[in-house]
């Protein structure tokens, strides 16, 4: 079992930036790729950002949606992946949620673990 709590969320401005953190817990060996996905208000949850490790480095997919300003990372060493979101728009409001599971299945929607989920306002 893993267990994943998110952190970060707030209400901010059109334009600001914002930091999501997600710290993993429980079986957390770093086999597990780890992704943000997000849900607007009567909207179904979305695929944000996934990571995973290559072998020589991290490799990231974006959504297009929000590719350019919007970045994932992750630290192995503690057990964390983060979400810099820059340049925020109304439109990213909605719940944010850390997942953990297999690459190609995060980007497919599909996570075996998921956090509670971390609310993001952005004002006009």
């Known amino acids: 079992q893993v267990q994943l709590v998110e952190s970060g969320g707030g209400l901010v401005q059109t334009g600001d930036s914002l930091r999501l953190s997600c710290a993993a817990s429980g079986r957390t060996d770093s086999t597990y790729d780890m992704a943000w996905f997000r849900q607007a208000p009567g909207k179904e949850r979305e695929f944000v950002a996934t990571i995973t490790w290559s072998g020589s480095g991290f490799v990231a997919y974006i959504a297009p949606i929000v590719k350019g300003r919007f970045t994932i990372s992750r630290d192995n060493a503690k057990n964390t992946v983060s979400l810099q979101m820059n340049s925020l728009k109304p439109e990213d409001t909605g719940v944010y949620y850390c997942?953990?599971?297999?690459?190609?299945?995060?980007?497919?929607?599909?996570?075996?673990?998921w956090g509670q989920g971390t609310q993001v306002t952005v004002s006009s």
């Open positions: 997942a953990a599971g297999v690459f190609s299945r995060l980007r497919a929607g599909v996570a075996d673990y």
